[in-house]
């Protein structure tokens, strides 16, 4: 009998990556997963392919990004090759970066918000000094969970308008 099942947990998948599904698609399902899905998610890891296809969209070197996500330059590099499973809680921290950027975006009433992509313009933002976080780059957060939380705070306090 698992742990779970003790407690009253039922078994949830992880959600995986497929190009077929395309990026956007599986951001959506993240944003609307179940806690227990994120976890198994975590734990999992996601395909290699996810975080090449959202490096693309963000213009960013598929290195830059998995660096600024605590993965090696040659363990990503060999996952790349191989579309192996990367670290699942790196990229669960990225998505909640994108699922904060884009509330903004869709509470926005600005005309400019209805073709917005948000996934672009958070690479483009994460590679800029930003004050709130004392001149520092936000990927430079992007490593631990804990620095994960501190950009979020920072991408949440945008909304308010408290930095600009």
């Given at each position: 009998m698992k742990i779970g099942a003790k407690i009253g947990i039922s078994p949830v998948d992880a959600l995986t990556y497929t190009r077929r599904k395309g990026?956007?698609?599986f951001l959506?399902?993240?944003y609307s997963a179940t806690p227990m899905q994120t976890l198994e998610t975590e734990r999992k890891g996601v395909?290699?392919?996810?975080?090449?296809?959202?490096?693309?969209?963000?213009e960013?070197?598929?290195?830059?990004?998995?660096t600024a996500l605590g993965i090696s330059k040659a363990t990503a590099s060999r996952k790349a090759a191989t579309n192996a499973l990367i670290d699942g809680t790196a990229?669960?921290?990225?998505?909640?970066?994108?699922?904060?950027a884009q509330d903004i975006v869709d509470d926005s009433t600005a005309p400019e918000a209805k073709?917005?992509?948000t996934v672009k313009w958070l690479g483009n933002w994460m590679d800029r000094p930003q004050p709130a976080l004392g001149g520092r780059k936000p990927l430079e957060f992007l490593d631990s969970p804990t620095g994960v939380s501190i950009v979020a705070k920072v991408l949440g306090a945008m909304r308010s308008g408290a930095y600009q």
């Open positions: 990026l956007d698609g959506n399902r993240m395909s290699a392919d996810f975080l090449a296809d959202l490096a693309k969209r963000m960013v070197p598929y290195v830059w990004l998995a990229v669960v921290g990225m998505i909640k970066l994108l699922s904060v073709n917005f992509d």
